[in-house]
Structure formats: structure tokens, C-alpha cells
């Protein structure tokens, strides 16, 4: 019963998507450690917390950004920045 919205922002020198959702939110003691690898706020078996490491590796790799917003009971949202052009 949620909601998620998409958007996507071009400009001379970057490309940014947006993705939020209407969810319960990111608690505010675990958004600085959301992109640490094996973190999860998962029960033991239930996850590795390796998704947003690994996704931000990918992003930092491509020299773009991925940060996120969030407030418990309020959603969350991501923004990830890329350039537009690479050097080979």
C-alpha cells in the first residue's frame, strides 16, 4: 500500500535519479551506517546488508554520488548523481 516515485534530472555535466518511497523510514542512529557493508537492521539470516555497499561501490566506480534522505515514518529517499561523460 505504499508509493514510490521516480524522477530523473539531466543537466550540462551530470544525470540524477531520485527514487522515494512513502515506507516506514530509516531510523536516525542507522542512516550514517546504511551504506557500511554487512550492516542490516535484518534478523540474523535474513540478510547480509551488502545491497547499498555494494550499490554505492558501483555508483563511486561510474564517479557519481548516491546519498539518502530519511525520517522515521516518513519514507526515504535516494539521489544518485552520475556524470554524463567518462574518460576512457
Known amino acids: ?3 514510490i516515485i521516480l524522477k530523473t534530472q ?3 555535466t551530470s544525470v540524477s535519479v531520485c527514487i522515494k ?3 516506514i523510514g530509516i531510523q536516525s ?3 550514517n551506517k546504511i551504506f557500511d557493508p554487512f550492516f542490516t537492521t535484518k534478523d540474523p539470516g535474513k540478510g547480509t546488508g551488502l545491497g547499498l555497499s555494494i550499490t554505492k561501490r558501483i555508483i563511486q566506480e561510474h564517479k557519481g554520488t548516491i546519498i ?3 525520517e522515521p515514518s516518513k ?3 535516494f539521489i544518485i548523481t552520475l556524470p554524463q561523460t567518462q574518460e576512457v
Open 1 to 3: 500500500e505504499g508509493t
Open 21 to 23: 518511497d512513502s515506507g
Open 68 to 70: 539518502c534522505y530519511s
Open 75 to 77: 519514507g526515504a529517499e
Open 10 to 12: 539531466i543537466n550540462d
Open 29 to 31: 542512529e542507522d542512516i
